[in-house]
Every structure is written in structure tokens, then in C-alpha cells.
């Protein structure tokens, strides 16, 4: 039995061992799903893999996916994370919290220019 959430059901037939799929995202500026957004996902983690590039889960990331999976799926999803080559599973320390600070403002900052929202204080 598969968990919901991870890879789609086309990924699957190629790996059983793969997660079912999730619903779509939503668009960042509305409601609706984003047109594709499975299809999308699944060319990128395809074309990554095989390209050699690692697709870095960092762990506050994992932790959020198995709240929301589960007791069952959740140790299926590490067991997939874990076999997976094109997966790996990084700590979050305070390096990484800084980097992400800066590119969150530097994203906040591009957005703000193109009028999707404002700078707060």
C-alpha cells in the first residue's frame, strides 16, 4: 500500500515502491490549481535525476510531509526518500536558516518591485 503525497501515479507504474500522488498546488496569487503541477514536478525530478543533481529535503521539510501523511506513510516515504538516489535528507542548522533568510529577502524584496505585495518593517 502506498502513502498519499509524494509522486504520481505514472512515476509509480515505473516504481512501485513510489508514493501516490498529492493534490495539485494552488497558484501563488489565487485559488485555483496550478495547470500541470504534477506533470511539471514529475519531468523536473526526472530530468534531475538524471542529470546527477540531488533533490535536497531539508528536515523541517520532511518533518511538515509526515505530520501531514501519517504513522503508516510516513515511514514508507522515508524508506522512498531514502532509496531514491536522486533524494537526500539534510539538516537544517543555523547556515542554512541565514541563507534562506537572505533569499527570502532578496524573493520579498523582487516581489515587492513587481507589486505582488509590500515590504513590511
Do not use: W
Request: hydrophobic share 45%; proline share 8%.
Amino acid at each position: 500500500m502506498s502513502p498519499k503525497g509524494v509522486i504520481s501515479p505514472d512515476r509509480q507504474a515505473h516504481d512501485p515502491a513510489a508514493p501516490a500522488a498529492a493534490a495539485a498546488p494552488k497558484t501563488p496569487f489565487g485559488n485555483s490549481a496550478a495547470p500541470h503541477a504534477k506533470e511539471r514536478i514529475e519531468a523536473l525530478v526526472v530530468e534531475l535525476e538524471k542529470s546527477g543533481t540531488k533533490i535536497i529535503v531539508p528536515t523541517p521539510v520532511l518533518s511538515e510531509v509526515l505530520v501531514r501523511a501519517g504513522a503508516t506513510a510516513s515511514q514508507q516515504i522515508v524508506e522512498y526518500i531514502n532509496g531514491a538516489a536522486v533524494f537526500r535528507i539534510a539538516s537544517f542548522d543555523a547556515r542554512a536558516a541565514i541563507e534562506l533568510a537572505a533569499m527570502r529577502t532578496v524573493t520579498s524584496t523582487v516581489a515587492c518591485f513587481r507589486g505582488h505585495m509590500e515590504l513590511g518593517p
